[in-house]
């Protein structure tokens, strides 16, 4: 059974930054294309950042520049460094891997991001 859990969400000011974790059990995020996702109040989940097997990254037009994911194999993780925060960016965030996503499934409870302006 796949079990995520993302941790490091928080209240922030404008401008700051936050690092988003996402533990796995269950499922081995190395050989699997894994994302970050976020669903603000009243919106669709939309992907924020996805990185490949390969540690290809691809981010949303919205938070190129300032948020890199990355992972650490030997841990499970899978991070999010969010730099430079702007209010819409307010939302609770999500990691999965791209398979489950699509299929809308194996989500966790998701770690709650606010900025404040």
């Known amino acids: 059974q796949v079990q995520l859990v993302e941790s490091g969400g928080g209240l922030v000011q404008a401008g700051g930054s936050l690092e988003l974790s996402c533990t796995a059990s269950?499922?081995?995020?190395?050989?699997?294309?894994v994302g970050w996702y976020r669903q603000a109040p009243g919106k669709q989940r939309e992907l924020v950042a996805i990185?490949?097997?390969?540690?290809?990254?691809n981010y949303a037009d919205s938070v190129k520049g300032r948020f890199t994911i990355s992972r650490d194999n030997a841990k499970n993780t899978v991070y999010l460094q969010m730099n430079s925060l702007k209010p819409e960016d307010t939302a609770v965030y999500y990691c999965?891997?791209?398979?489950?996503?699509?299929?809308?499934?194996?989500w966790g409870q998701g770690t709650q991001v606010t900025v404040s302006s």
């Open positions: 999965n891997t791209a398979q489950a996503a699509t299929l809308n499934r194996d």
């Open positions: 269950g499922i081995i995020f190395s050989i699997n294309t």
């Open positions: 990185i490949t097997r390969g540690r290809n990254t």
